[in-house]
C-alpha cells in the first residue's frame, strides 16, 4: 500500500544492478562484492498499520498468526533469492512496538496500559519477531555460508517509549513534528504545518506517527552494535 516497493520489485531492481556491477567489474569481483556486501532488510511495520489494521477482509481472512507467517515466509523466499544471487550477509530488523507508536495510539488508543502503549498491538509485534528468529535460524541452516543477523529494535524502542526520561527525553506520546488526519499523513508530517516543528527535536522519542527522531534512533543503533559486528567478522 502507499506505493512501497514491494520485495518482489526490489529483487528486480537488484538483479539489474547485479548484471550493471559485472559489466563494470567483472564477472570474479562482482561476486566477491556482492558476497562482502551487507544486505539490511526491514519488513512487516508497514503489512500490519498500513494494510492489516486498515483492512477488514484481510484481517478477516487471516488471524495475526497467520499473518505473520505469511510474512515471515514472503521474507525467507526474498532471502533464499538474495542468496541464490550472491548475497551472504543479511540482516534483517524486527519489527518495532506497534502499540507505542504515536499514530497506533492516536488510531487505536482504547484499551491502553498505564505506560501509555496498547498491550495487544505489542504482542501482535512480539509474534512477528519470534517467528522471525525462527525463520532466521532455518535460513542459516539451510544455507552454507550464509550470516543472517536479526537487529532487535523492539526492545530498545519500547524502552524509550514506556520510560522515556530514564534515557534523557522529555516526550514519547507526542510527535516532533504535526501529524495529518487522513490517509499516509496519519503516519507522517504534516506539509501543510511543516513549519511548526518542535523546538528542541532530541528530546522527543518520535519524530513523526512512526518514525524515532534521530536522537532515538541513535539510542536504538548503538544496541544494535553487537549484531553488526558478529555479521560482519
Request: one cysteine or more.
Amino acid at each position: 500500500m502507499y506505493d512501497a516497493i514491494t520485495l518482489s520489485q526490489q529483487l528486480k531492481y537488484y538483479k539489474e544492478y547485479r548484471s550493471k556491477l559485472a559489466a563494470v567489474a567483472g564477472r570474479r569481483q562482482a561476486r566477491t562484492i556482492l558476497a562482502e556486501a551487507l544486505y539490511v532488510v526491514s519488513t512487516g511495520t508497514g503489512d500490519f498499520i498500513q494494510n492489516y489494521y486498515h483492512n477488514a477482509s484481510l484481517s478477516a481472512r487471516y488471524d495475526v498468526d497467520r499473518y505473520c507467517d505469511l510474512l515471515v515466509g514472503i521474507f525467507s523466499g526474498f532471502a533464499d533469492e538474495l542468496y541464490r544471487l550472491g548475497a551472504r550477509r543479511i540482516g534483517v530488523t524486527t519489527m518495532p512496538p506497534l502499540g507505542c507508536l504515536p499514530a497506533t495510539i492516536r488510531l487505536y488508543g482504547k484499551g491502553r496500559s498505564r505506560t501509555g502503549c496498547l498491550p495487544r498491538l505489542n504482542r501482535d509485534a512480539e509474534t512477528f519477531n519470534r517467528k522471525l528468529n525462527a525463520t532466521v535460524g532455518a535460513l542459516v541452516r539451510r544455507h552454507a555460508g550464509l550470516k543472517v543477523a536479526v537487529f532487535d529494535v523492539y526492545t530498545p524502542l519500547r524502552g524509550l517509549s514506556e520510560r522515556p526520561a530514564a534515557h534523557g527525553f522529555a516526550e514519547a506520546r507526542r510527535t516532533c513534528c504535526r501529524t495529518g488526519k487522513a490517509g499516509t499523513r496519519v503516519y507522517l508530517c504534516d506539509p501543510a504545518t511543516a513549519a511548526r516543528m518542535c523546538r528542541n527535536a532530541s528530546s522527543y522519542v518520535y519524530f513523526d506517527g512512526v518514525h524515532p527522531s534521530e536522537a532515538a534512533n541513535l539510542v536504538v543503533a548503538e544496541s544494535l552494535v553487537s549484531a553488526g559486528i558478529d555479521l560482519l567478522t
